[in-house]
């Protein structure tokens, strides 16, 4: 009940009580993707497949599972701290509020992106359903674990916002959003694929389409990280117990 009643305050919180909220967390997405399909078409480059704007829904929203689940997870105890003065909610229950809203969500803005996508390709075939919910259930665990950390750790430095910034602008480039890593030069792949955000991208389109499969994706290697991760956030959770309840 306690989530529960967080989830419907984050969501009035962050969506106010009209449906421009809604819609922009729609327009958003769809306007990046428009973006990178117009410089794709401008530089006469393709994406591994025909569907151009699949590839690149696939790309992004697989990226943003983790990006934005890490965003929200990291400033949970910041934007809500007065709530930890009522006995009834504990700091988990802050983090776990906003990250089922922010999965709820992006799933939503998925399903409507490739929705649209396959009414105007008239094409709808999707390879692997699981394999799509793996990827994207990696990605959103990885964004969990890395926000859990970060969360705690802001306790203790204010500037933890601006680091979260710092870390994420550039793992957009080298998380495959908008390119194979089956068409990377081997020094590059084996470099990139170090980021295991990577892994989950590749794991949502690999699922998705008939006609493309990755070949270096391991879906053991995220898993690895978030294991370590929430391993990492439990103990750092009892450092900063005693913090959390002193302020």
Do not use: K
């Not at 259930?137 to 916002?161: E, F, M």
Request: proline share 4%.
């Amino acid at each position: 009940m306690v989530v529960r009643a967080l989830v419907l305050r984050e969501i009035r919180t962050r969506f106010g009580t009209d449906h421009f909220g809604y819609i922009w967390a729609l327009t958003g997405p769809a306007t990046m993707v428009l973006m990178f399909a117009a410089m794709h078409a401008l530089v006469g480059r393709a994406g591994a497949n025909e569907d151009l704007i699949g590839f690149l829904t696939t790309g992004l929203l697989g990226f943003m599972f983790f990006r934005e689940v890490t965003s929200r997870c990291a400033s949970a105890i910041d934007a809500n701290r007065a709530l930890l003065f009522y006995p009834q909610v504990r700091p988990f229950d802050l983090i776990i509020a906003r990250s089922q809203l922010e999965v709820a969500t992006l799933a939503v803005v998925f399903v409507l992106l490739m929705g649209g996508n396959a009414l105007w390709t008239q094409q709808l075939h999707v390879d692997n359903p699981l394999g799509v919910l793996l990827g994207l259930g990696l990605s959103a665990a990885l964004g969990v674990g890395l926000g859990l950390n970060l969360c705690w750790l802001s306790l203790y430095s204010p500037s933890i916002d601006r680091i979260v910034n710092i870390l994420l602008r550039p793992m957009f480039w080298i998380s495959g959003v908008f390119y194979s890593v089956n068409n990377l030069p081997s020094q590059a792949r084996d470099l990139l694929l170090l980021n295991p955000v990577l892994h989950c991208v590749e794991l949502t389109r690999d699922g998705w389409f008939v006609d493309y499969t990755s070949h270096y994706a391991d879906p053991y290697y995220p898993l690895a990280w978030i294991i370590g991760f929430f391993s990492l956030g439990l103990v750092l959770e009892r450092v900063a117990r005693r913090r959390i309840e002193v302020v």
